[in-house]
């Protein structure tokens, strides 16, 4: 594209060398903001109409042609052109295209700096309302499974290794716990980014008589950027939005590890749906949880995205730098990851199905209950380390004969401490040893269906 036809060819001599035209521009990746774009350019022309820097024809022309673009746009019918760099240039081209002279006053008091921040905020605060909705969808599938399964049992771990045997339901509500809070930062992340930058122009302002709450109120931001100079510059916005997004992946890349562990034949404790799990090419009998594997393995590409970000903006000086061109592609790759992680945990985990058995054999094959009897020495007034001490024997005993706990004889086990009597049996068994653990936030049924409780009203108030 010659420069005569560039927005801002007026003070080049020569064109732009072809590749340096490719390698500017970010239409290729930022058209997907038109919408937002479109919204902040009609709010700009209200704006400047109403402060009498545009008649009400200009602005009506301008408007109306505004609203075309985007039914071109989304109808396919938009011819894109690299050489107009971005998004924001190819739509005002094709403004002046369309209705000539008047066209060419929309870019009046702003500037591509503070357009594309408010392009970037408005699109961040739409794409966090639907994931938020999307984390809603996910937190009440969870509670519909723990309410399915707040009597099951399983064995608990630590270090991976057997510890106490809890209830899957009481599992399932750690994750919730851990989503919700990740809900919590999102909805504070909007909070900021829901700021207007449009005003800001280039950087210092503009010597229009703009009205910024006119334009903040039109397109729903909640406040305005105090400091045009920030107000340009800073993408904190968008990296405080990859850290949230990158711990809700490393949760999921926790949970995923289990559903993976669990799902194998050495566990057996869930099987997966069909529909969520692939073959493989040579070995007939495989059934591989793809989906949990590469959503753990997604977690990578969200953290490198915060990484990348914070990494762009560093040593920056103000104002704005095209450094900041680079913020897109990291920021979308991390909404999109997201969203797709959402979909797929949600699947995933309402299609699910628990070999409830089998989750209880391997609670009481590895000596689960061993703290329970403990606990029911310490009772019987022996002091804790003592009890820990000659239930470790017994322990040992256990697996010398191998037997379980509850299968060794009243004898058998008193040879261990005399204060153990026939009422141990009740402690042994898993039931018993998950019901005892009945207060605010422990694994009991009942606390398990109070905690369901607790949150099916928290989410009924979103
Ligand atoms: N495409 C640019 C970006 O994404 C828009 C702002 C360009 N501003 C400028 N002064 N060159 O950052």
Not at 20 to 34: C, K, Q
Not at 200 to 216: E, K, S
Request: glycine fraction near 6%; hydrophobic fraction near 45%.
């Amino acid at each position: 594209m010659t420069n005569d036809s560039k927005l801002w060819g007026g003070r080049f001599t020569a064109d732009t060398d072809s590749f340096v035209e490719e390698f500017t521009a970010s239409v290729g990746f930022d058209a997907r903001l038109y919408a937002q774009d479109i919204a902040g350019s009609i709010a700009h022309a209200n704006m400047l109409s109403q402060v009498g820097v545009l008649t009400v024809a200009e602005r009506d022309d301008i408007v109306n042609a505004l609203g075309s673009i985007r039914q071109e746009i989304e109808d396919g019918k938009f011819d894109w052109s690299v050489g107009l760099e971005d998004v924001h240039m190819n739509i005002e081209a094709r403004l002046t295209q369309l209705i000539g002279e008047t066209g060419k006053k929309l870019h009046t008091g702003r500037s591509r700096n503070d357009q594309v921040a408010t392009d970037i905020r408005l699109y961040m605060c739409a794409a966090i309302d639907a994931l938020t909705a999307q984390i809603d969808e996910l937190l009440a599938t969870l509670l519909n499974q723990a309410e399915q399964h707040k009597s099951t049992v399983m064995p608990g771990f630590t270090h991976l290794q057997t510890a106490q045997p809890i209830t899957f339901g009481h599992h399932l509500l750690a994750w919730f716990e851990m989503l919700l809070r990740d809900r919590e930062r999102l909805a504070d992340c909007r909070k900021r980014t829901n700021h207007s930058p449009l005003g800001a122009a280039a950087l210092a302002g503009t010597t229009f008589p703009i009205d910024r709450d006119q334009t903040a109120r039109e397109l729903g931001f909640a406040a305005i950027c105090e400091n045009s100079l920030d107000a340009v510059s800073d993408r904190d916005f968008a990296i405080e939005f990859c850290a949230c997004a990158s711990m809700t992946m490393l949760h999921f890349s926790r949970w995923c590890e289990e559903l993976v562990l669990w799902s194998c034949q050495q566990f057996g404790f869930i099987e997966l749906s069909d529909s969520y799990c692939t073959g493989s090419s040579i070995m007939p009998q495989k059934k591989n949880p793809d989906v949990p594997e590469l959503i753990r393995g997604k977690y990578g590409r969200v953290a490198g995205h915060l990484f990348g970000l914070m990494s762009l903006m560093k040593s920056q000086p103000l104002a704005y730098n095209k450094d900041n061109q680079e913020d897109k592609e990291p920021l979308f790759d991390s909404i999109d990851t997201l969203r797709d992680c959402l979909t797929a945990m949600t699947g995933l985990l309402a299609e699910m199905t628990v070999n409830k058995a089998t989750m209880a054999a391997a609670a009481e094959a590895g000596f689960a209950t061993a703290t329970d009897l403990a606990d029911y020495l310490v009772v019987k007034g022996v002091a804790f380390r003592d009890a820990h001490e000659c239930v470790g024997q017994a322990v040992a005993f256990a697996i010398e004969a191998k037997r379980s706990l509850s299968e060794l004889t009243l004898t058998e086990l008193q040879r261990f401490n005399q204060a153990i009597g026939e009422d141990v049996f009740a402690v042994l068994t898993l039931s018993g040893s998950v019901n005892a653990r009945d207060h605010f936030g422990g694994t009991a049924p009942a606390q398990v269906a109070a905690a369901i409780a607790r949150a099916r009203h928290k989410l009924a108030e979103f």
